[in-house]
């Protein structure tokens, strides 16, 4: 099991941790992880970043 970071709003489905930040950096976006695979996702472009 995951321990949440202070700020995060994690959600889980299929086994994907989707994780947002209170005051994080712009643009706006979420983390999501899955396994030992993670992305960084651009909310207004749906575009990964990272």
Do not use: V
């Not at 712009?26 to 899955?34: E, G, L, M, Q, V």
Request: aromatic share 16%; no cysteine; glycine share 8%.
């Amino acid at each position: 099991m995951f321990k949440a970071r202070p700020g995060s709003r994690p959600s889980m489905f299929y086994g994907i941790l989707i994780r947002m930040f209170f005051n994080d950096h712009p643009p706006p976006h979420f983390h999501a992880r899955y396994g030992e695979f993670e992305a960084t996702i651009d909310i207004g472009t749906m575009a990964i970043t990272s």
